[in-house]
């Protein structure tokens, strides 16, 4: 009886173990602690930051606290752990909860072609591997590239090409600017609107430059080639930009026999012979005639407006001018503008204005009616 009751003593206690077991086993099954990135291999070119966003899983019923580090490989890598904007080594996470930590690694500028593997230890959260797959090897230069390196225009045109100056070095570079144009050229850099002759560019950054290019007065209609260069001193970029001037815009204004003076009896008109020329290369279209005169004078052109003039072609217009009926004997002066869209000429004209005629014999018959007078009022009032 007593073995029998020992027996019986051993299978319940047994039987208990067995339901404590199997009540407390769905409470571990269900929980744990996960560590988790939707992306563990992405590719990257030399010099690129990969960010990856980390969420730490704790759905325990106990506050899960873990040190954070990581595993970069090689020296050259990068990387930091940040939560909400600060670094961070550890994390705490209360139950049924997660925690996100960012981690953002850095392809090296001077590197291999290939597959690279990483790993994020997170304590009891467990380790996650990361693997990166650099698309090309680091070329460790500076880039100086546009894209439109051409531009077209006449020579009173400015040449403005937008450049993406690149510094792929580990370290920083001032790079100096320079522009070899042709003789009577202008070039100027901008950077932010600033002119400048040198730009400073961290590594593995690049700024915008503006360069623009001012033609010789004179230039010619042809294709210009411009070599540009971004040089440090350690490393150097060069680029090769072009302006095609398709023409340039001249023209002159005067009078057949080219003399800017003449004559005008006061309220009367004059004609004036002009020739507008095209002294450019390319042509000329609606130059329109206008002239400025002084108060109540009167210009006129015929024609007034030319619809076209070719390179090296004259064409003739006639300038009326009439002077003021008040105008008194001097000089005076009339601007006289031959006006396109591309350029401009003008000329200005002595006038010289003489009296009337009739006027000088008008004033000889008051002063004879004048004389006149006095002499009869002296015969009648003399003898007295």
């Given at each position: 009886m007593k073995q029998r009751a020992w027996k019986s003593r051993i299978l319940m206690a047994a039987a208990l173990a067995i339901s404590l077991l199997l009540y407390a086993a769905p409470a571990f099954a269900a929980g744990g602690t996960q560590i988790y990135t939707p992306y563990t291999n992405l590719s990257a070119p030399p010099g690129e930051t990969i960010n990856y966003q980390v969420d730490l899983i704790n759905d325990t019923d106990e506050i899960k606290t873990a040190d954070l580090s990581f595993q970069a490989g090689s020296a050259n890598w990068t990387y930091e752990l940040t939560a909400d904007g600060h670094g961070i080594k550890q994390v705490a996470v209360k139950p049924k909860e997660s925690?996100?930590?960012s981690l953002a690694l850095t392809v090296p500028l001077e590197v291999e072609k290939g597959d690279y593997a990483?790993?994020?230890?997170?304590?009891?959260?467990g380790t996650l591997p990361i693997k990166v797959s650099v698309s090309?090897?680091?070329s460790y230069k500076s880039e100086l590239s546009t894209e439109q390196p051409n531009m077209q225009g006449h020579s009173d045109s400015t040449f403005t090409y937008s450049l993406s100056l690149n510094n792929r070095t580990a370290t920083k570079q001032q790079y100096a600017l320079t522009a070899e144009v042709p003789n009577g050229w202008d070039s100027k850099f901008t950077v932010d609107g600033n002119g400048v002759t040198s730009v400073d560019i961290d590594p593995g950054a690049s700024k915008s430059v503006t360069l623009n290019l001012t033609p010789a007065e004179n230039a010619k209609a042809d294709t210009y080639k411009v070599a540009v260069?971004?040089?440090?001193?350690?490393?150097?970029?060069?680029?090769e930009v072009e302006a095609v001037i398709t023409g340039t815009y001249g023209m002159s204004l005067s009078t057949a026999n080219d003399n800017l003076s003449a004559t005008v009896t006061a309220g009367h008109e004059r004609k004036?012979?002009?020739?507008?020329?095209?002294t450019g290369s390319a042509d000329l279209t609606d130059v329109n005639l206008t002239g400025t005169a002084p108060s109540e004078w009167e210009v006129s052109f015929e024609p007034k407006t030319l619809s076209s003039i070719k390179p090296g072609e004259s064409k003739p217009v006639t300038a009326t001018i009439k002077s003021s009926g008040k105008a008194l004997a001097g000089d005076y002066v009339v601007g006289l503008t031959a006006q396109a869209a591309?350029?401009?000429?003008?000329a200005s004209i002595r006038m010289t204005v003489k009296t009337s005629v009739l006027?000088?014999?008008?004033?000889?018959?008051?002063v004879l009616a004048v004389a006149?007078?006095?002499?009869?009022?002296?015969?009648?009032?003399?003898?007295r």
């Open positions: 925690q996100t930590v990483f790993q994020l230890n997170a304590g009891a959260f090309e090897k680091g260069h971004a040089n440090s001193g350690n490393t150097s970029a060069d680029a004036l012979e002009l020739v507008v020329k095209n591309e350029k401009s000429a003008e006027w000088g014999w008008i004033g000889v018959l008051i006149a007078g006095v002499y009869g009022l002296f015969r009648k009032y003399g003898r």
